[in-house]
C-alpha cells in the first residue's frame, strides 16, 4: 500500500477547527460575536504559541489546537453521570481527544511514532527530554493569564488573587511567567505575577525547548 501523503499543519488545523467549531456551548468574548467556545480556546492556544515560541514544532502546536478536542461531549448536561467527580471527567475528555487525534493525523499521513507523541502530550504523560511537554503547560498558562486572570481581578482583591494564580500557574517555565509579565499592563497583575514567579523560580527549571 502507497503511504500516505502527509497533511499540512495548516490543514491539520482547519480539520481540528471543523470539529471544535460543532461545540454547542458559545462564548462572546468582551462583547465580540459568539463562538463555539472550543473553538475559541484551540485558537488562542495557537496564538499564545506562536507569540512565545513561534520555533515550536508541528506536533506540539497539534497538540495545542486539538488539547480539548469534542471535550463538549463529556459534559454533564450531555448524560455524564453526576457520581462522576471532576477528575474522572477530566480524564475521560483527555482520553477522548488524544484518541481523536491521533486518529485525525494518521488518517492524513503522519507516522505512528509522531501520532504517539502528540497523543501522549495531549493525556499528559509525554516524556520531556524535548521539552514538549512544558512548553505545552506554559500555552495553557499563558492564555489563562491573558484571557482569564484579568477577570479574576474583578471577583477578588489583589491579597487573594496570589494564591489562586499561584495555583493554577505553578507548572508554568521561569521563561514563560517572564513573558506573560511582558505581555500585562495591569499594574495589579504585574505585581502579583513577579511574585508568584519569585516564589516559584527557586523550584523551576528553565524549559528545555527555548535553550
Same mark, same amino acid.
Given at each position: 500500500?502507497?503511504?500516505l ?21 458559545? /462564548?462572546a %468574548? #468582551?462583547?465580540?460575536? +459568539? $463562538?463555539?467556545?472550543?473553538?475559541? &480556546? ?37 448524560? /455524564?453521570? %453526576? #457520581?462522576?467527580?471532576? +477528575? $474522572?471527567?477530566?480524564?475521560?475528555? &483527555? ?22 507523541i502528540?497523543r ?23 492564555v ?60 523551576k ?7
Open positions: 500500500m502507497t503511504p501523503e502527509k497533511t499540512s499543519l495548516e490543514d491539520i488545523f482547519e480539520i481540528i477547527d471543523q470539529t471544535n467549531a460543532q461545540d454547542p456551548r458559545m /462564548t %468574548p #468582551q462583547g465580540t460575536a +459568539a $463562538v463555539p467556545a472550543e473553538l475559541l &480556546r484551540g485558537f488562542r492556544l495557537s496564538l499564545v504559541c506562536e507569540e512565545f515560541a513561534p520555533s515550536a514544532d508541528d506536533l506540539v502546536k497539534i497538540a495545542a489546537r486539538a488539547q480539548t478536542l469534542e471535550s463538549w461531549q463529556f459534559e454533564e448536561a450531555d448524560g /455524564t453521570p %453526576p #457520581q462522576e467527580s471532576v +477528575a $474522572v471527567i477530566e480524564a475521560r475528555k &483527555r482520553e477522548h481527544s488524544a484518541k481523536r487525534i491521533s486518529q485525525i493525523m494518521a488518517a492524513n499521513g503522519y507516522n505512528e511514532h509522531d501520532c504517539g502528540v501522549d502530550l495531549v493525556l499528559g504523560k509525554s516524556e520531556d527530554e524535548t521539552g514538549r511537554a512544558q512548553l505545552l503547560e506554559d500555552l495553557n498558562g499563558l489563562f493569564i491573558q484571557f482569564h486572570a484579568v477577570d479574576l481581578l474583578k471577583l477578588y482583591p489583589a491579597e487573594q488573587l496570589a494564591p489562586i494564580l499561584t495555583d493554577c500557574l505553578s507548572g508554568m517555565s521561569d521563561e514563560a511567567l517572564y513573558h506573560a509579565i511582558d505581555q500585562m499592563n495591569d499594574p495589579v497583575l504585574i505585581e502579583t505575577l513577579q511574585s508568584i514567579r519569585q516564589d516559584l523560580s527557586v523550584e527549571k528553565s524549559i528545555v525547548y527555548l535553550d
